[in-house]
Structure formats: structure tokens, C-alpha cells
């Protein structure tokens, strides 16, 4: 019998696969059999994580240069993956730009816009590209990225325009999930706490005070695994999750429940 989670013959999208959690959800969902498109805007490190991605799944991987901050570049990756395969599935909004590290009184007007725009505007205009393609077929799994950060006030630094951004994403996914639901797309979040990326490595190994802490402040007492919250896109994007839309899972070892 095929498990629901099987998702051989399915198309998926995940935006910012490059690195981190985007490869890690371009890996979960290339090990259940889906077809994936790995958008980034470095093209360079792209091409390797989908070689290293097949490699390890045996399914069929394709790279895209994106830039979500501009809606041409959307529009024509979205024409590229329907040209190649003629459906799309699954799009996993993962692309995005950190922390500014600076409260919102030292947070410039351009640095408030660069990452708004790459957050949640980004996030919108895939939608918006990938939704057309969606009705049209009746169908389709959308998954955006939040983050614990737009659930509580962060403490180090207080707060910044990361935070907003976040908190966006998760009320623009509940407005679009109401939205989309007669066209049977559902419009899902998963709200990640702090994960031990490379790139997070090397940040605990320049700032192990800030590690420190945050151990404390996660009942867990333990950052969570990249290859873990694969799985959680691959439940969102099968059909184990289809009576389910307009959530958010918070994946942050209880940081939240404090």
C-alpha cells in the first residue's frame, strides 16, 4: 500500500536551498520521491547541493537563480520549472536574510526595507506566481517559513525587522489558507526555533555566551538538528496533511511555551 507520505510524481520548489534549512528541505522531500527545484539566487552553490542531493536520494534535482526580491525573476522561475516538468506541487518559502542584530532604534530605513522585502515581500510574490499556477491545476501544498521570533519578543537584540517579517508570514499564510481552500490548496507554516546550521555553527563558536543562553530558555536544553525539520515539509507537503490549513508548527523545543 503507498504511504501518504510518498510523494513520487509530485514537483516541490523550496526557495533558498542553497544552504541550511532549505537544503534540508530539498533533501526530505527529494527522499520521498519528489522532483525539486532548488532556487537560490547563488547559482554556484546551488549546482552543488543538487548534485550532492541526487546523489544521496537518487531523484532528479534541477537549480534556478532566483531573486524573490524581484518579481520578473519569480515569474520567470516559475515559467522555467512549468516548462520543464508541467506541474507544480509543493512550494517550500524558505528563502531569507537574518537578523540585523540591532534594535529597532539603530535599525536603518534600508536595512528595515532589505529585509522586509526579502521576508515577506518575497514570500508574497512567490505566492502570488506559484498561487496562479495552483488554481489553475485545483491543487497544491504551499509551506512558508516563520520563526519563533514572530511569536515572542526577543530578547537579544529586542527587536528588529526579522521579527516583523516573521510575524507577517504567519498571518499572510492564515488569510491565504481561507482564501485558497475552494481551490483545494492548503497554506501551511513551520515556526523554527534556533537550529545548529553551519552557518549558526560558526556563529555559537564566535558568540558561545549567546549559546549558553539560549540553552536556558529551551526546556529541550538542545538546538535542533537541520536534517530533522525536513520531515516536518514532507508531512505538510503529502497527503497526511490534507485536512490541514492555516497552521503554524512550531518547531523550537518549547522555547515558545514560556
Not at 32 to 42: H, K, T
Not at 67 to 80: F, G, K, L, P, R
Not at 84 to 107: C, F, M, Q, W, Y
Amino acid at each position: 500500500m503507498k504511504s501518504k507520505f510518498d510523494l513520487k510524481g509530485k514537483v516541490a520548489v523550496v526557495t533558498g536551498a542553497g544552504q541550511g534549512l532549505g537544503e534540508s528541505f530539498a533533501r526530505s522531500l527529494s527522499q520521498a520521491g519528489a522532483e525539486v527545484f532548488l532556487m537560490a539566487r547563488n547559482r554556484e552553490r546551488l549546482e552543488k547541493t543538487a548534485q550532492k542531493i541526487s546523489q544521496e536520494t537518487g531523484s532528479r534535482t534541477y537549480t534556478c537563480a532566483l531573486d524573490i526580491t524581484n518579481e520578473q525573476s519569480v515569474a520567470e522561475a516559475c515559467s522555467y520549472v512549468m516548462q520543464t516538468a508541467g506541474h507544480l506541487d509543493i512550494l517550500v518559502n524558505n528563502a531569507a536574510v537574518g537578523r540585523s542584530d540591532k534594535p529597532l532604534v539603530e535599525e536603518s530605513l534600508e536595512e528595515w526595507n532589505a529585509i522586509l522585502g526579502t521576508n515577506l515581500t518575497g514570500t508574497f510574490l512567490m505566492m502570488k506566481h506559484v498561487g496562479k499556477i495552483m488554481i489553475g491545476q485545483k491543487a497544491g501544498k504551499v509551506i512558508n517559513l516563520a520563526s519563533m521570533t514572530g511569536k515572542v519578543a526577543m530578547r537579544n537584540p529586542v527587536i528588529g525587522a526579522y521579527d516583523v517579517s516573521k510575524a507577517g508570514i504567519e498571518c499572510l499564510t492564515r488569510m491565504m489558507a481561507g482564501v485558497w481552500a475552494e481551490h483545494h490548496i492548503t497554506v501551511n507554516a513551520i515556526c523554527p526555533g534556533y537550529y545548529m546550521t553551519d552557518i549558526n555553527k560558526e556563529y555559537v563558536k564566535e558568540h558561545p555566551e549567546f549559546y549558553q543562553d539560549s540553552l536556558e530558555q529551551i526546556p529541550l536544553k538542545t538546538w535542533g538538528k537541520p536534517d530533522d525539520i525536513g520531515d516536518i515539509a514532507v508531512f505538510l507537503a503529502s497527503e497526511a496533511s490534507d485536512y490541514m490549513t492555516g497552521a503554524t508548527l512550531v518547531t523550537d523545543g518549547g522555547y515558545t511555551v514560556w
